[in-house]
């Protein structure tokens, strides 16, 4: 019965970040509790930094801005690099670090983050977007219903490395990643600098937004019933969810999302997104999934 319990509320938040956000979804899954770096059993001289074993220009400027933003957040992870590095660890282990760094920070920073500047939401947005259309222009089996909930069956202990695995070091899905990790301080950095106040998103809100979808949906109904089945199976059987998402079209439902973002009011983007992403980098799934099945939804 435990089991099968993981499983669900894996598949919900699986689902739930999927739908929100796409390919930035499967960074906020990961629990740092639950990750650790397999060091080689050799061990070598520590004679190299972080910064001077992972030169590539995307960690680097990665890197840099986290010494900006949080001198403290850069000082742990060097610290904890070194550790890794006397025991002799790959630049592939290393990266796997910094990519957790993006989650402690994101997570750190998250009050300021909920006050930065509208433009700072959508260029994650977009980057967000952009890794959606190459994934369908490819035709990415991640973007095939069945091969999502086939993923998704894992509990979390299984689902964790299975994740972290998915961005091995220098590969596009790593500096896609680690350009989203940039992102969010150059988010969090503004939200300090610049803090704009935002109001809980109200019924206006969320009537605009489904109003929005169904609008860019009209052209492709078959999307809004794949909306509308999801809906009804939250919060139902495993089975009765997994059914739901083998019939989603992932990155087309994904697409749909961003774009009804792309074409919102700005105050109204900016009131969603803030409440939103936050309560995300957070790790606050329950209300998130409340959130999402409130207005992202359509009843």
């Not at 930035?24 to 972080?50: C, H, I, N, W, Y």
């Not at 670090?97 to 939401?121: C, D, H, M, T, W």
């Not at 969320?206 to 999307?223: C, N, R, S, V």
């Not at 739901?244 to 792309?262: F, H, I, K, T």
Request: proline share 4%; aromatic share 8%; glycine share 6%.
């Amino acid at each position: 019965m435990q089991n099968a319990r993981s499983k669900t509320i894996g598949l919900r938040t699986g689902l739930i970040i999927l739908g929100l956000i796409a390919i930035l979804g499967v960074l906020s899954l990961l629990r740092l509790d639950a990750f650790a770096v397999q060091a080689p059993t050799e061990q070598t001289a520590a004679s190299k930094t972080l910064e001077q074993r992972l030169t590539d220009p995307v960690t680097a400027k990665y890197l840099a801005r986290l010494k900006v933003v949080s001198p403290a957040g850069w000082t742990t992870l060097e610290s904890e690099a070194q550790t890794l590095i006397r025991i002799g660890a790959s630049d592939g282990e290393l990266a796997d670090l910094v990519l957790l760094s993006i989650l402690v920070e994101a997570k750190r920073g998250a009050a300021a983050f909920k006050q930065a500047p509208i433009n700072q939401y959508d260029q994650i947005i977009d980057h967000a977007e952009d890794a959606l259309s190459r994934l369908k222009r490819d035709s990415s089996q991640w973007c095939e219903g069945p091969h999502v909930a086939a993923y998704l069956e894992q509990d979390d202990s299984d689902l964790i490395p299975t994740l972290i695995a998915l961005y091995p070091y220098q590969s596009e899905s790593y500096n896609w990643a680690i350009e989203f990790g940039t992102m969010a301080l150059n988010a969090i950095e503004a939200g300090r600098k610049d803090p704009n106040q935002r109001r809980r998103p109200s019924g206006f809100d969320k009537l605009t937004l489904q109003q929005t979808i169904i609008m860019l949906g009209a052209e492709q109904p078959f999307l809004l019933l794949q909306v509308a089945a999801f809906s009804k199976a939250e919060g139902e059987s495993y089975e009765i969810m997994q059914t739901a998402v083998r019939n989603m079209q992932v990155c087309d439902l994904g697409l749909l999302a961003l774009s009804a973002s792309d074409v919102l009011p700005e105050y109204v983007r900016a009131n969603i997104w803030a409440d939103l992403l936050p309560e995300l980098f957070h790790g606050n799934m329950p209300y998130v999934i409340w959130r999402v099945n409130d207005y992202f939804y359509l009843d």
